[in-house]
């Protein structure tokens, strides 16, 4: 079975401050893992995916295998990035995720 | 386009009544997800639909909850004789095939009295 977790429920940093927001997953396949991020009052929206090695907003995670772990890390962060930050992994076929139960970023002017 | 609609966007019901949750996928999208998500816990996975097949409902509840995608018309999740457990938020997602990113809609927050 699939799991994946995130430790913190709630981090608050100050605006400038370095972000990451941890998440570990345990999944016997090869994992394709995701971070999902819902902004005040709007739906939920994929912010990166670990295949993509991309950097969005700033934001960038790479996925550790041997510490099975896929944080999220921002180097100064922002007010605007104030949200609640899910990670997800993607189950064998389809697109049924696994989430994480979030993480409530708060960035202080 | 305008993503995916769900509505209502709230639901009260009392205990004992049927919930019906409706969701319109993007534009050109067949596959369907259901997720719900209970107070301070994460979303959890509960069906996925193509048009008029169920593909997947490992997560849903064995009795009272169904959920069907016809061929015309929006996605309808049934929830029958609530109870005050299934008060939630229950969000949809849409793609347009079981490999492609899946968009959310904004939720329908059901409270059960």
């Known amino acids: 079975a699939q799991r994946v977790t995130q430790p913190e429920k709630l981090l608050s940093v100050f605006k400038g401050a370095p972000v990451e927001l941890k998440c570990n997953y345990s999944y016997s396949g090869s994992p394709e893992l995701f971070w999902y991020v819902q902004y005040s009052r709007q739906r939920l929206q994929l912010l990166l995916r670990?295949?993509s090695r991309e950097s969005i907003k700033g934001f960038t995670a790479d996925l550790n295998k041997g510490e099975t772990s896929f944080h999220l890390k921002k180097p100064f962060a922002q007010e605007e990035d104030s949200a609640m930050y899910y990670c997800a992994l993607r189950r064998d076929a389809g697109n049924m995720l696994t989430f994480g139960g979030g993480t409530r970023l708060m960035v202080k002017p | 386009n305008a993503g995916v609609m769900q509505n209502p966007r709230h639901l009260v019901r009392r205990r004992g009544q049927e919930a019906r949750l409706r969701c319109s996928p993007m534009k050109g999208h067949s596959h369907v997800y259901w997720y719900r998500q209970l107070p301070e816990e994460g979303l959890k996975f509960m069906v996925y639909l193509q048009k008029e097949n169920i593909i997947d409902e490992s997560g849903m509840p064995k009795e009272r909850f169904s959920a069907e995608f016809p061929k015309e018309g929006p996605s309808i999740l049934r929830i029958q004789q609530v109870v005050r457990g299934d008060s939630a938020a229950y969000f949809c997602?849409?793609?347009?095939?079981?490999?492609?990113?899946?968009?959310f809609g904004q939720g329908t927050r059901l409270t059960v009295v």
């Open positions: 670990h295949i």
């Open positions: 997602a849409s793609s347009l095939t079981g490999a492609t990113e899946a968009f």
